[in-house]
């Protein structure tokens, strides 16, 4: 892996770029060369194997990497590719040192990329930016915290701090985060879900009861039926993968709704297993559906409609006792405007009929997604209608069957269980109020959006991010850096340097803190935490690795060393819980359902599951039913000339962590900066592989007259077999694209999987690092 460590020069922007064609296969032998040898170059030989030898083992740490579960049978390496690059990224030997940030002022950072940024290695010491200073310079703790403490106590109302936490938080940390915040007086708790899941949780909750997914590891291997819509497992969930294959040979379908040909998607070889090895691995996807972008919600009523002509896969007793408003969604459904849906979906009638057929044929169904379905303007009518479909067929709440939203940071469906919500239930303030003999704020409080939007009109006026990089995985970037360069306070609790210390307040802290791979020691000696995963399972993970510096505080002391300066008197033993977090775990016992006994349970292999109603059909909804829906038909529109671009993840970044300069499965090497376009959509707009040209974004704001332009200078056009009228690039290096208002309706997430571009001739021979 090249790092451009030692260069201090900006280095001029992809010129090792080369374009080649995607691998056949995902993963195989290849994929377990590519990981041990980013693990070597980050940590030496011996360090990378004792490492990797802890990862999603009943005695180790949980991978960071993401949230896929592990299994019960835990074979020995139980990692991926993309699970060991980012253990390779937070167990790095690398360090920032306070003579780094002297070296370095904090405009010449802003200038840097993520990439240059992350491979410094991990933060050492609290760093505070004075008022007016050009260079962060060492503090030490007490002074970071007295500082950010001060200010806190100095707001006039609480609502002026903002809370961020990302998804790797522990539960045991996002608890006490959580607690501190709301005896403060505030629910400002964005969070990254805010960007992520917040449409499937909004759509779900609603229609059965729980924003959560109700599949478990062994319904997949029971389904007959899984489809996997907007994911792209072979880089995000790899361990998925050694899943699918393991349906695919017990003869489940399998089948794709993407418009990109995802390559994990159609052939995988498992190097885990001896064919995996040396066979010619499993041919995933029996069909694959290049859906038009956003047009999944078109698709699921076309599907709802055949199936409501065949009347006979309709569970009528299950719809009869377990759901309500099927006659309208009957009666909704009961025609079908073809052209209409052929133009939403880009699919054929003879392709929609095809995968009803694989409905139909299905004696169980699985339907999982991503990223792909929650990022639209629609997204929430549009995973509504996956609901429906599965509904009919009484496919949520038996053996081989439900809803499988794949989460993305490894804790991040913890971190909501914790009470990371910005919009809390009364259930869950009435109980934290009764443990700790408070009054938790009733208000709602900001998401990410809205957030950016209050430091925008100088209504917030301090941030505190728990982790992940807010500034650059937000959308709007002009828009959001210069909202948050307006606040007073920028704080960062951060394992490594990002671009989001960069862009400071008037006063900035970085507070490193340790990672899930090390040794957490307080005075009660090693602490262990716990986490949830994609599918309600809860299991401790133990850090094992010597502190990245002495000075590392865990996010729980920092935490608890914060709550104990601003909030002394609130009658929480701040203190004891920092030592002892088997006291955290009691609190949480007490506060959230599904957690008895948890100090006992999380002791059994692989953990516990939390309970959910939905899975034992007994739905928490309005009506104690499952909840069919009748959605108006959103179809984007892209005017002649315009592409809808989707902004995604390469194969070598986690997030705004960049690992490395290549997309091993798009075949795009040593570059980022490259849009994919269908070939026919080139020949069309009169451009040609290989041209550099500008993304211009075009958007109207409600009730305006004129569109608002943004420019994201200088990429390679890729011709790439994506859907017509579809384009692909990555985040964030497109942030700079997606227009803050354009959020999902109901959930307010960024619609970062359809913003209208179009193309123009490069306006510059350079480009910006990032
Ligand atoms: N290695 C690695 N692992 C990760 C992450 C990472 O960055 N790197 N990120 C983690 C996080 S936080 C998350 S949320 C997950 C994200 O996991 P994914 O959702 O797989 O990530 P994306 O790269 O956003 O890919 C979106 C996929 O949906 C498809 N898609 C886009 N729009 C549509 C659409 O309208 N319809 C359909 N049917 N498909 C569409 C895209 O072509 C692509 O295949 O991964 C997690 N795991
Ligand atoms: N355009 C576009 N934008 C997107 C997306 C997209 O698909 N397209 N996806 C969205 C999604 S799904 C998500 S989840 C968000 C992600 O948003 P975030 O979660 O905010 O971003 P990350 O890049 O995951 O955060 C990486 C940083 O987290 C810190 N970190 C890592 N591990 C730890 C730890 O253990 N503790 C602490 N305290 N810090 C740690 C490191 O400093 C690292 O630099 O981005 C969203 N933004
Ligand atoms: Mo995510």
């Known amino acids: ?12 922007v992809d010129k090792d770029l080369s374009v080649g064609q995607p691998p056949a296969y995902a993963a195989g032998v290849p994929a377990v060369v590519r990981a041990l040898r980013m693990s070597v170059a980050q940590m030496g030989v011996g360090r990378a194997t004792r490492t990797l030898l802890h990862v999603n083992q009943p005695d180790g740490f949980d991978c960071p990497g993401c949230a896929w579960p592990d299994p019960s049978d835990t074979r020995r390496a139980e990692f991926c590719e993309n699970g060991a690059k980012a253990v390779a990224e937070e167990a790095t030997t690398r360090r920032v040192t306070p003579e780094f940030f002297a070296e370095h002022s904090i405009e010449q950072l802003r200038g840097r990329s993520d990439h240059w940024l992350g491979s ?48 790797r938080t522990s539960n045991e940390a996002a608890f006490v985060y959580q607690l501190f915040v709301r005896a403060f ?29 109700t599949v478990s590891l062994e319904d997949l291997e029971q389904a007959e039926l899984i489809v996997i819509a907007g994911q792209n497992p072979a880089t995000n969930h790899p361990r998925m993968l050694s899943t699918l294959a393991a349906a695919k040979e017990r003869g489940a379908v399998i089948v794709a709704i993407n418009p990109l040909p995802e390559v994990g998607l159609k052939q995988f070889k498992d190097p885990q297993t001896v064919k995996g090895v040396v066979g010619g691995g499993v041919t995933m996807a029996d069909d694959f559906l290049q859906v038009r972008l956003g047009g999944d919600q078109a698709l699921f009523q076309a599907v709802g409609h055949l199936l409501l002509q065949h009347e006979a896969s309709i569970d009528h007793d299950f ?59 629609h997204s929430v009518p549009m995973i509504r209608e996956v609901v429906n479909v599965l509904l009919l067929q009484g496919n949520i709440g038996r053996p081989g069957a439900g809803v499988c939203p794949v989460r993305g940071h490894s804790n991040v469906q913890g971190d909501r269980t914790m009470g990371i919500y910005e919009k809390p239930a009364e259930p869950f303030l009435a109980a934290l109020d009764r443990e700790f003999a408070m009054t938790s704020p009733r208000e709602h409080g900001l998401d990410v959006v809205n957030a950016i939007r209050a430091f925008r009109d100088h209504r917030a006026k301090v941030f505190v991010g728990m982790g992940g990089n807010f500034v650059r995985a937000t ?128 002791t059994e292999p692989g953990g516990f599951r939390l309970p959910s ?53 798009r075949g795009i090497k040593q570059g980022r900066r490259v849009v994919l376009v269908n070939p026919s959509d080139l020949e069309e707009l009169g451009f040609a592989d290989g041209d550099h040209v500008d993304l211009v974004s075009v958007w109207r704001d409600a009730g305006s007259d004129h569109d608002q332009e943004r420019r994201a200078v200088r990429f390679r056009v890729v011709a790439y077999p994506t859907a017509r009228g579809c384009a692909a690039a990555y985040f964030p290096e497109t942030n700079v694209l997606v227009p803050l208002d354009s959020t999902a309706e109901i959930s307010n997430t960024p619609a970062s999987k359809s ?11 350079t480009a910006p690092q990032r």
């Open 120 to 167: 410094q290695g991990r933060l050492t010491t609290p760093m505070h930016r004075p008022a007016g200073a050009d260079h962060y310079v060492p503090v030490s703790w007490d002074a970071a915290l007295d500082i950010l403490a001060n200010h806190l106590r100095a707001l006039d109302d609480p609502d002026e701090a903002v809370f961020y936490t990302s998804g």
């Open 319 to 377: 719809v009869a006792a377990h759901t309500s408003g099927f006659e309208a969604y009957a009666a909704a459904r009961a025609s079908l405007d073809w052209p209409l849906t052929e133009r939403a979906t880009g699919l054929t009638r003879a392709e929609i009929e095809g995968l009803a057929q694989r409905f139909i044929d299905s004696g169980a169904t699985v339907v999982c997604w991503a990223m792909g379905l929650t990022q639209h303007r």
């Open 755 to 765: 913003v209208i571009i179009r193309l123009e001739a490069a306006s510059s021979t």
């Open 613 to 665: 109603g939905a899975r034992e059909r007994a739905f928490a909804t309005a009506t104690s039913r499952a909840q069919f829906t009748v959605n108006a038909l959103h179809v984007i529109d892209c005017p002649p000339g315009h592409l809808i671009l989707q902004t995604v993840r390469s194969h070598d970044q986690y997030n705004t962590t960049i690992y490395g300069l290549d997309d091993h499965y």
């Open 475 to 602: 959308p709007d970037t002009a828009v959001t850096e210069d909202a948050l360069s307006q606040a007073d306070l920028t704080v960062h609790v951060s394992t490594k340097l990002n671009g989001s210390h960069a862009v400071v307040g008037r006063e900035a802290l970085i507070l490193p803190t340790l990672g899930r791979t090390e040794r957490d020691d307080q005075v009660t000696g090693p602490q262990l935490v716990t986490v949830e995963d994609s599918m309600s399972m809860v299991h401790a993970s133990h850090g094992r690795l010597k502190p990245a510096a002495p000075g590392l505080l865990s996010e729980v002391a920092i935490v608890c060393e914060l709550a104990r300066r601003v909030l002394p008197d609130a009658g929480i033993d701040w203190v004891g819980l920092r030592g002892d977090y088997r006291r955290i775990r009691g609190h949480i016992e007490q506060v959230v359902p599904g957690f008895e006994e948890f100090e006992k349970r999380i």
């Open 185 to 213: 007086g505030t629910n400002n708790l964005p969070d990254c879900s805010n960007m992520c899941h917040e449409s499937s949780g909004s759509a779900l909750t609603e229609t059965i009861g729980v924003g959560k997914g």
């Open 1 to 12: 892996m090249g790092h451009t460590t030692s260069a201090d020069q900006p280095q001029p």
